[in-house]
């Protein structure tokens, strides 16, 4: 009854509030909308009017997940590889997920999308893929020709590794000097 009440309270809040030693109650949304409320319990309120009591119920809300991967170049299959590295189906089921795929742009590639979206429709409820290929792709180097010459090895591993390093000509002499002892 509207005489009754002496303040009301609309508006887009999602969390939960108790204010004023609960007399003032803001249940906040019925379901997580957003991955700030991962581990909030929603629901709403029953006054009784009677008991003069307020009673919160839960309405079991969806579960939201966040899953990060790091997939490294040396992975041959890297969607067979998410796939193995996300939560059992069971966790999943229902859920949705926010999944992080640290990957180079490299091996980004070789990921079947489809595949993985197959995979994640059928087991979530709803999905995002956050994509982070900000991971530098590390090159082996191979030495351009097999020599067994240790001063030959040192001159080309020294041109390949250490070619910008500031002292460059006195490692360069060092080098050779204790090669040639």
Known sequence: ???EINLAVFGHIHTHQELDNR????PGSLERVDFGEVNEDKGFYVYDTEANSIEFHSNNPRKLLKHTIEISDQVNN??????DNLPQPDALDEAILRLEL???EMNKKNIRLKELGEYLDKNTFHYDIIWDTSVETKETKVLSELVLDPLSLFQEFIKEKYHD???LNSLREIGQEILEE
């Open 102 to 104: 640290i990957v180079s």
């Open 23 to 26: 007399k003032v109650i803001v």
């Open 78 to 83: 890297p969607t067979e590889y998410i796939i």
């Open 165 to 167: 390093y500031p002292s």
């Open 1 to 3: 009854p509207l005489e």
